[in-house]
């Protein structure tokens, strides 16, 4: 989203700074996000705020409706697919935000404080959703506040303190 200011990032062994502008957008799609606030569209239904994605990278509809039901299915939240996002709950909405993120099947998962908004009850949720893509191949990279909620499990965290790794 970002160009950076020195530096390298790395990813899958790629130089993501060197990536010729016209392959960011490509490369892009095997990066899933969600942020604490999950950003849906409301004058779309759940089933098309998680199948946006997808349409823009081009899947034809049978596939994109494929993966965007077993999305949400993954999320617990199939019921919801026709409701439009402003009539759900704070917790709802951000699973269908995860159900967007992971509807591509990324490699690689970045939440940025995914449980900001929610109770500790839907954070653990959430926490436990991400665990599950992890066991499932995906590589998840969590930033949260939460430090309660974060040494429940089990995975190696790294802080930081004014940037730096501490």
């Known amino acids: ?3 950076s200011t020195r530096g390298t990032i790395k990813v899958a062994d790629k130089d993501v700074s060197q990536l010729p ?4 957008p490509h490369f892009r799609r095997r990066i899933g996000m969600v942020f604490q606030d999950p950003m849906l569209l409301n004058d ?3 089933i098309e705020n998680v199948a946006l994605p997808m349409k823009l990278a081009g899947l034809d509809h049978k596939a994109l409706t494929y993966q965007a039901n077993e999305a949400l299915e993954c999320v ?3 019921d919801k697919a026709n409701e439009i996002p402003s009539t759900l709950s704070t917790g709802e909405c951000q699973r269908i935000g995860l159900a967007r993120s992971i509807a591509l099947k990324p490699k690689i998962l970045l939440a940025d404080e995914p449980t900001g908004n929610l109770d500790p009850e839907l954070s653990e949720k959430i926490f436990k959703l991400l665990m599950q893509f992890n066991e499932s191949g995906t590589t998840v990279l969590v930033a949260t506040h939460d430090t309660h909620l ?3 499990f089990d995975y190696k965290r790294i802080r930081l ?3 730096l790794i501490v």
């Open 44 to 46: 779309l239904s759940v």
């Open 1 to 3: 989203m970002e160009k």
């Open 161 to 163: 303190n004014q940037g």
């Open 21 to 24: 502008k016209h392959f960011i």
């Open 76 to 78: 617990d939240l199939l």
């Open 150 to 152: 974060i040494k429940r």
